[in-house]
């Protein structure tokens, strides 16, 4: 079978998969959400938070409960790797900097899994185990928790009232990526991952002399950290390693774990709005998007512009020869147009315009089909802002769904959008300034530039794939992009709560003559263009001094 078909029915058979488990999975989540009965093991989790699960929250509750569970959650694994050398399991590791402790944690806590370390020689097994995967779960669940709060903003009518955060969030985990999880490690382990609390063994290399060869709880972690759209590896060349991905089978799995669920969410959406159509417009806009992604990168990488890929046939350079470069461009469109960051090959060795890619799909806002959960509420950013610019166009003031989008809600919807890019081009702007960071640069030029580019991209993103050819593990740049994590994830948090709350209060508007319908492929069509204009507008002149300057050079 030739590369080209092979790569034709990866993702032809993707397409295919996501198609079928879109209804079953978005109803299952609906149902999810909108049941009043709790597990006997959920209301136990309520005792043990001290909450009531009856009791409903306003916005800004919820957005504190969120706020608060977060910055726990940063201390506690914080202490956890600080602590690490007194630990069982801890594999003789001593404890985490104290920088790279607050990256790492306000890395997985914010759902990016940025990191700046080799996971198998800085993390014990339990720091890995109780620690990370713990907020791989977690992160995903706040994500998933958030989006909903969203829609019901959306469907609801004169109320204050989201829901309860701490139930989104049990029920999240229990209901929805547990059980996910599991089969899926299942999966994993029978296509050859490992799984076990092994320090290590002793091999003879080939080249003389032996290695070491780290065991762990690998199949365990890397499914949630797919499932999550998180992304941290257990080994540091993530999804390449092949005891985190065996097979061209099991690296299937993986692209379709980090797709599934921000995938299968719209249909929940519609569900919550009780229409169903709505649901099908958003889905549209993040396929379309994607499947325009994935063409385009696979494309430039099978384009193999240069002396040496034209003589291989291929942009072979840092990819695993197991995949090829069809499964790579795949693996890394959807790696990058989700929150996952997750790697199965190596971004900086990409071709120029083909890194390049990988940024904009960050860019985009990872909305195609974006995080878990992250990539929903996104969307329906984007959709407001849509119908904001239509309703310019015809003089009317622009309605979604029922509800008015008013001055409050657009300057909430702006403010949500204008986060990112401030962000990463404020941050890019800092390194490039000052001589000691750009020595944190392995290539000069524009190539030099890409890599502090995506760097802040994918920290602002909140998304953790890297060039890799940027030395990010310094005080300057594990604190800089900590921060620019952390208010990544939480700014536009915040406003998406209070666009949820300002919905929620208002009175149903019926629908007239002058009122744009949401549900057809015009309006598929006009989010699908306010996305790509706007990033274009934002962040184009950064990009021409990056990838685009390095690929017509």
Not at 149 to 176: K, P, Y
Not at 274 to 283: F, W
Not at 458 to 480: E, H
Request: hydrophobic residues 50%.
């Amino acid at each position: 079978m030739s590369p080209a078909l092979a790569g034709v029915l990866f993702i032809g058979s993707l397409v295919v998969a996501l198609a079928l488990t879109h209804r079953p999975l978005g109803d299952h989540m609906y149902r999810v959400y909108s049941g009043t009965r709790h597990l006997a093991v959920e209301k136990v989790a309520y005792r043990l938070i001290g909450v009531r699960p009856e009791t409903e929250q306003p916005w800004p509750v919820y957005a504190r409960a969120v706020l608060a569970f977060s910055a726990v959650s940063i201390l506690v694994l914080y202490a956890f790797q600080r602590l690490q050398d007194r630990l069982f399991l801890s594999l003789g590791l001593p404890a985490v900097p104290g920088h790279l402790a607050w990256n790492t944690a306000v890395s997985f806590v914010t759902n990016t899994n940025w990191q700046a370390y080799s996971g198998e020689s800085t993390m014990g097994h339990l720091v890995q185990m109780a620690g990370l995967a713990v907020q791989n779960f977690v992160s995903a669940a706040v994500g998933m928790a958030v989006a909903v709060a969203l829609v019901r903003g959306f469907a609801r009518r004169r109320t204050g009232d989201l829901g309860n955060f701490w139930v989104d969030l049990v029920r999240g985990i229990v209901r929805i990526l547990l059980p996910l999880a599991f089969l899926g490690a299942l999966v994993l382990l029978a296509g050859g991952l490992v799984q076990n609390l092994s320090g290590g063994h002793e091999v003879a290399a080939i080249a003389g002399g032996t290695q070491q060869i780290t065991g762990g709880p690998v199949a365990s972690q890397e499914i949630i950290k797919e499932l999550g759209t998180n992304g941290g590896g257990f080994y540091n060349v993530n999804s390449a390693h092949p005891f985190e991905n065996a097979t061209t089978w099991t690296n299937w799995v993986e692209v379709f774990a980090l797709l599934v669920l921000p995938f299968a969410l719209p249909r929940t959406f519609g569900r919550m709005v009780g229409d169903r159509r709505q649901g099908y417009a958003i889905a549209a806009v993040m396929a379309v998007l994607a499947i325009t992604s994935v063409a385009v990168l696979t494309g430039l990488e099978v384009a193999h512009n240069g002396t040496v890929p034209q003589a291989v046939g291929a942009a072979m350079e840092g990819k695993e020869v197991r995949f090829g470069v069809p499964d790579s461009g795949a693996f890394a469109a959807a790696t990058t147009l989700t929150s996952t960051g997750a790697v199965n090959s190596f971004h900086d060795s990409f071709t120029a315009l083909g890194g390049g890619m990988t940024m904009v799909n960050m860019m985009l806002g990872e909305v195609a089909p974006g995080g878990v959960g992250s990539g929903l509420y996104g969307m329906l950013v984007l959709a407001v802002i849509t119908v904001f610019v239509a309703g310019l166009m015809v003089g009317r003031t622009p309605e979604y769904l029922g509800k008015k989008i008013g001055p409050r809600e657009i300057k909430l919807a702006s403010l949500y959008f204008l986060t990112t890019p401030v962000l990463v081009l404020a941050g890019t702007a800092l390194a490039m300034g000052s001589a000691e960071q750009r020595a944190s640069m392995l290539n000069p030029g524009a190539h030099g530039l890409s890599e502090v580019l995506y760097a802040f991209t994918s920290a602002a993103a909140n998304n953790g794939s890297a060039f890799a050819g940027l030395t990010a593990n310094t005080p300057w740049y594990d604190t800089v992009l900590g921060l620019c994590m952390a208010f990544g994830r939480f700014l536009p948090i915040v406003f998406v709560l209070a666009l949820a709350g300002s919905l929620a209060r208002q009175s149903p508007v019926p629908a007239s003559a002058g009122t744009l319908p949401t549900h057809r492929p015009l309006f598929v069509g006009m989010v699908t263009g306010v996305t790509v204009v706007l990033v274009a507008l934002t962040f184009l002149p950064a990009l021409a001094l990056g990838p685009l300057a390095e690929g017509i050079h």
